[in-house]
Structures are given as structure tokens and as C-alpha cells.
């Protein structure tokens, strides 16, 4: 990776600090085992104590971490629900969707209810939403969350997770659906791989996009 999106990454991650409660957590875990490092010296006890509360600190903010990315993989949907993370469901009948002239499937969609034009993206991990369409749709986002980076044409954003309620494409309809609330991305919104990877299936006949709900996973 070049050195400029090294440090683009690194100032974006530095500047969404203050705005996740996690990321607080996790500075404030880093700083109190330093501090206790210090400690060690003069007051071994106290130091060592500060030492062992960061790093059982430190573990638990990591499990928190792979929990929400293993919530985009439906492989982990078995432990998910119990763990209190809402589970993701995807129902309904086949769903056919046109190759647009900019050779790009589209498809129109209701995100809780209020209509918004997404892009079909294989090579995206996450369903992602532009601010506004995020804002009219009354999404927020999940509280002690950790940001994701995301890469756009402008360069790496930082991008805070939330749950859509109700997302109704065609004769398909996905409830408690992970989705990225990305800035700096137009007006475009995506929908990514964690809602066709718990599809039946899914795949391309000359200029039409199939998506058919059902169990297990989707393959072009």
C-alpha cells in the first residue's frame, strides 16, 4: 500500500475516535496499560493490576470487533442472535433485475419504508447507504460499534455500521439487515454480498440478474 493511503487511513481512523464509543474504549485501555508499565517500578502492585485490567480490556473490545464482522458472513448466522446481535433475515419470492444501459444492475428498493435506488455490487462486502438516504430512512448508528474503512473514488472513508428494520426489493424483503452509513459517496447506495449470501441463489442469464431467496449460499 503507498505510503499517501497509509496515512489517509490512518487520519480518517484518528478523526472518528471521539465519535465511537469503542474506539474510546480501546485508547483508553492502550493508555491505562502504558500508564501501567510505568507504574511498575515504583508501585508493582498498582502497575500490574492496570496492566492485567488493560489487557482483559483490550481482549474483550477485540471479541466485540470479530463479532461485528463475522455479522456480515451468514456462516456465523447460528451464534449470532444469542450473542444479542440482531439476526438478519432474507424471505420472499424471485426477483428479476434488468441490465441497466450504464451496464450496471439496479434495482429500486424501499429502506424502511422510504424508496431509494441501490446498485447491485458483487465486490461489495456490505450493503452501504449514502447520508441522506441513511437520514430520511431513520437509520443511526449501532451503538459501540466499530467504524469500518471503506474505499471510494475519493479515497478511504470511514463508515459507521447500523441495522436496516425492513429493506423490500421486487418480491424479496430483509429484516435486521447490516449496512454501512458511508460519507463522501454521492448519491449512490449499494447493495453488497451480506444480503446475496443469504439468498438461495443468485445468478446472471445474458442482461438479467436472478436473486431467489431461500437457505444457503448464492454463487454466480
Known amino acids: 500500500m503507498a505510503l499517501p493511503s497509509i496515512w489517509q487511513e490512518l487520519t480518517a481512523a484518528i478523526a472518528e475516535i471521539p465519535h465511537s464509543a469503542l474506539l474510546v474504549a480501546t485508547v483508553l485501555a492502550v493508555a ?6 510505568m507504574l511498575r517500578r515504583t508501585l508493582p502492585y498498582a502497575g500490574g493490576m492496570m496492566r492485567v485490567g488493560s489487557t482483559f480490556s483490550l481482549a474483550a473490545i477485540l471479541v466485540l470487533v470479530v463479532l461485528q464482522v463475522a455479522h456480515f458472513d451468514p456462516r456465523f448466522e447460528m451464534a449470532i442472535p444469542e450473542l444479542g446481535l440482531p439476526e438478519q433475515t432474507v424471505a420472499g419470492g424471485e426477483t428479476r433485475i434488468p441490465l441497466a444501459p450504464d451496464g450496471h444492475f439496479w434495482v429500486r428498493a424501499e429502506v424502511n419504508g422510504v424508496p431509494a435506488a441501490f446498485l447491485v455490487d458483487t465486490g461489495a462486502t456490505i450493503t452501504t447507504l449514502n447520508t441522506d438516504t441513511a437520514a430520511a430512512a431513520g437509520l443511526e448508528p449501532r ?44 448519491r449512490t447506495n449499494v447493495l453488497g454480498m451480506n444480503l446475496l449470501r443469504r439468498l438461495g441463489s443468485w445468478r446472471v442469464e445474458g442482461d438479467t440478474m436472478i436473486l431467489v431467496p431461500g437457505t444457503g449460499e448464492g454463487a454466480e
Open 32 to 37: 491505562t496499560g502504558v500508564a501501567g508499565a
Open 143 to 186: 451503538r459501540g460499534g466499530m467504524p469500518i474503512v471503506m474505499q471510494t473514488a475519493n479515497g478511504p472513508v470511514q463508515a459507521q455500521v447500523a441495522t436496516i428494520d425492513d429493506l423490500q426489493l421486487g418480491n424479496i424483503s430483509a429484516s435486521g439487515l447490516d449496512a454501512a452509513i458511508a460519507p463522501n459517496i454521492g
